[in-house]
């Protein structure tokens, strides 16, 4: 299974082969191909650590909800750390019984790995993911209606395993709206702006996550390079904005026939890195892309990708998102939770999810570390030079190199900004 995988990318590599996408589906993903009709389902050493494992499955979610928010929003850009929310839910399943715990546990993929220590584990993966050396910032937060009696029961585990007390609302939404803020301020240190939004009214049950991320390089980019250039944001028309260049970039690279595009990652310090999807072709619809995203088919990419030397430019980009991805979610499996939910071990009052709320800052500059390549990467010989130019819509995902976690995706159609 290893060395065809590899032998198609680098097959796909010289523009020739086709690289399957079928990671994801257990069913098709890992025939051996030697056997006859007998399907054998190789486990991957990776996911047998219960954090990697936790790591896919709230990833996967997170793939979802990304696509929900894409296909809502096609011609905007896209901007999500889908973790921060993951977190919200994850937590709020420690007070939802019976099919209010099923319906978050399927949209989490938590019905998938056999852990009895789910929570536990999750906290690890909020320490590795959210240390000081990956640069990233991630909070989340569960806020109830007014005066409503919270069960002991609920608020210990909650602040055991997440790190986080729920908010009770005053019911004064200047005073709600400001102690949110100031909150938010404190757990991103002032890196988040103050929402200017609202309080929303009718809040049962409002979930919060908020996250941010600067990305440092590797291999800093020389600012000097640095000029206004063309982005196409489709086929008739282009902006000028400031585009980073290296001509020598050492990246890990793939064409993926497939899927008619071109794969490309950049390692940032912290053991995190960016893979780009590119198109072919200057298009806004890259759904066919995002229908391939999964945790496993990141992690299959992430392994089979060869280095290349390229003459690489990207753009100077600051994102950022201060929203509600209720819709999306509704749209997810989670319709019951805003409906009539079972949250009987956080109080005995009905209540129900209400708003889903989140914020979201990420950039990247020539900012990096040092100016030589990390050594041990040595690119393949190529025979003819390779340019990889994200001068029209792309995706790009950030992920944890340790534990494969996505922390952040976006849909970039326009790099000025939403
Ligand atoms: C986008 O591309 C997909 C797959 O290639 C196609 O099925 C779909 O119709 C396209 N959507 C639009 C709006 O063109």
Redesign the pocket.
């Known amino acids: 299974m290893q060395a065809l995988m590899l032998l198609l990318w680098t097959g796909a590599l010289l523009g020739q082969g086709s690289c399957q996408n079928n990671a994801g589906s257990p069913e098709e993903g890992s025939l051996d191909p030697d056997t006859t009709g007998v399907p054998v389902e190789e486990e991957d050493p990776f996911y047998k650590v219960p954090v990697n494992k936790l790591a896919a499955a709230v990833s996967n979610f997170g793939y979802d909800l990304y696509r929900m928010r894409s296909s809502g929003s096609?011609t905007a850009n896209v901007l999500l750390s889908p973790l921060s929310v993951a977190t919200a839910f994850s937590a709020l399943s420690l007070g939802a019984e019976q099919r209010t715990e099923s319906s978050l546990h399927r949209a989490l993929y938590y019905d998938l790995i056999s852990n009895p220590d789910i929570h536990g584990t999750y906290k690890e993966l909020l320490a590795s993911v959210t240390a000081p050396q990956k640069n990233f910032k991630s909070a989340s937060r569960i806020v109830f209606e007014r005066k409503l009696r919270v069960k002991s029961s609920f608020v210990a585990p909650l602040e055991k395993f997440y790190g986080t007390r729920p908010r009770i609302l005053t019911g004064n939404p200047r005073m709600d709206l400001q102690e949110i803020n100031n909150w938010m301020q404190a757990q991103m240190k002032g890196k988040v702006a103050r929402s200017t939004r609202e309080m929303p009214s009718g809040i049962s049950i409002l979930l919060l996550g908020v996250a941010y991320f600067k990305g440092q390089w590797v291999t800093k980019f020389d600012s000097r390079k640095t000029s206004l250039a063309d982005f196409h944001l489709d086929e008739e028309r282009t902006v000028r904005v400031p585009m980073m260049s290296d001509p020598k970039a050492l990246l890990r690279y793939g064409l993926d026939s497939d899927l008619s595009c071109k794969i490309a990652q950049l390692p940032l310090t912290g053991s995190m890195s960016i893979i780009f999807f590119l198109p072919l072709k200057v298009t806004q619809?890259l759904?066919?892309i995002e229908e391939s995203l999964t945790s496993e088919f990141i992690h299959d990419i992430d392994r089979e990708l060869k280095t290349v030397e390229a003459v690489l430019t990207i753009p100077k980009l600051k994102l950022s998102f201060d929203g509600e991805v209720t819709k999306a979610l509704q749209e997810m499996k989670l319709q019951s939770l805003f409906d009539s939910p079972d949250f009987s071990k956080i109080t005995g009052k009905p209540i129900k999810l209400t708003q889903v709320e989140h914020r979201a800052v990420f950039e990247w500059s020539e900012d990096g570390a040092g100016t030589n390549p990390s050594p041990g990467l040595q690119p393949a010989r190529l025979t003819f030079p390779l340019d990889y130019h994200l001068n029209q819509p792309f995706i790009f995902v950030l992920r944890d190199t340790d534990t494969g976690a996505l922390l952040f995706i976006g849909k970039i159609l326009d790099p000025r900004g939403t």
Do not use: H, S
Request: charge should be neutral; charged fraction near 0%.
């Open positions: 096609p619809n759904t066919l």
